[in-house]
């Protein structure tokens, strides 16, 4: 019975797209209004008009918004001329991050998630410049200077960024199984 009537459905589609179309958009987001040849335009925000056959209209939103970043694990080095240690050290640090975008064209073209490329960016420049030598702040500054400067270009500014965490942490690898110093090894009691 649903093939019957999906003639009727298809026609009706094809007729709609040619029916012109009103978006309202908030003032909390702009569109990007994606036409003919690829040509890409801000509106908004209020009550646009667009041929839904020959444009397509992507809301960005404007306001701040926020991530926090699941917690890292990095590879912390003794200070020199301490001894090594016997465990591998490691430091957890976790972050927060408050962002905005400020040409929502660049961010709607450049990028499908800015949330994911915040978050993804935000990770490498931690791990980048971790450093033992450099106290909390300077490692912030770093951090937070190398997230504005890759970010520009998408169209995003950071409006604040903070570790939320910072801890140190001994690293227990390969739990099941394990090797003396002498080369034997030895396998875990189940």
Not at 33 to 51: D, E, N, T, Y
Not at 78 to 100: E, M, N, S, T, Y
Request: glycine letters at 8%.
């Amino acid at each position: 019975m649903t093939g019957a009537f999906e003639w009727l459905n298809q026609m009706m589609t094809w007729l709609g797209r040619w029916v012109p179309r009103l978006m309202l958009i908030q003032p909390t987001h702009r569109g990007v209004k994606f036409g003919p040849r690829g040509h890409a335009s801000q509106v908004g925000p209020g009550l646009i008009m667009f041929w839904p056959m020959t444009h397509v209209i992507v809301e960005i939103p404007i306001t701040t918004q926020s991530i926090q970043l699941c917690s890292q694990i990095l590879p912390a080095e003794p200070a020199i001329g301490q001894p090594d240690w016997l465990l591998p050290r490691v430091v957890i640090c976790g972050a927060a991050i408050q962002f905005r975008v400020f040409d929502a064209v660049r961010a709607a073209t450049a990028t499908l998630s800015l949330h994911a490329l915040v978050d993804n960016r935000a990770s490498a420049a931690i791990t980048r410049h971790h450093a033992c030598d450099r106290d909390r702040a300077q490692w912030q500054s770093a951090v937070c200077a190398d997230l504005e400067t890759e970010l520009q270009s998408y169209g995003v500014e950071i409006e604040r960024f903070d570790f939320t965490q910072i801890g140190a942490g001994v690293a227990l690898k390969n739990v099941g199984d394990w090797s003396y110093a002498d080369g034997e090894t030895g396998k875990r009691a189940s």
